[in-house]
């Protein structure tokens, strides 16, 4: 018997931002600049604060901070609970921010996709390249 029920995908999307780091992480943790990005939110920056993301589609995410590091390092679950086995998911997303010399390279990782969940998939990785399209343009404005 072959254990594929146990294997896991991730999407990983990284791109440089013209930002420093300390920008970038007011972007990813406070909720008011989430929503404009990501999605409705009631976030809060505390290990072990649960909360969810409410998208445009209906859906609810429910989340709990699992990892921060003050512009660094970012790590929240990510699951979407579905009658459907395909989209019943359960996920981590990994925020990972780095210094480079032209700003902040940020890369994201979304780890808990099963083999069987290759729409989810798909909508993740098209997902997050539009987030971060968003979160761009959230940068782009003056402080």
């Known amino acids: 018997m072959m254990s594929t029920a146990t294997e896991v995908r991730s999407v990983v999307v990284e791109r440089e931002f013209p ?3 300390e920008k ?3 972007a990813l943790t406070q909720p008011h600049l989430m929503e404009e990005w990501l ?5 809060k920056p505390q290990v ?3 909360f969810n993301l409410r998208g445009d ?6 989340c709990e901070v699992l990892t921060i590091e ?3 390092t970012l790590a929240y679950t990510w699951n979407f609970a579905h009658a459907d086995a395909a989209f019943n998911l359960k ?5 990972t921010l780095t210094p480079s010399g032209a700003g902040t ?3 994201v990782e979304q780890v808990g996709f099963r083999p069987d969940q290759k729409q989810a998939y798909g909508g993740a990785h098209a997902g997050w390249k539009q987030f971060l399209e968003k979160l761009d343009q959230v940068l782009a404005r003056p402080n």
């Open 91 to 95: 996920s981590v997303v990994t925020f």
């Open 39 to 43: 999605m409705k939110n009631d976030f």
């Open 57 to 62: 589609w209906g859906g609810v995410l429910d």
């Open 70 to 72: 003050p512009e660094r």
């Open 105 to 107: 390279h940020l890369r």
């Open 19 to 21: 930002h420093p780091p």
């Open 24 to 26: 970038l992480w007011r």
């Open 48 to 50: 072990g604060h649960q």
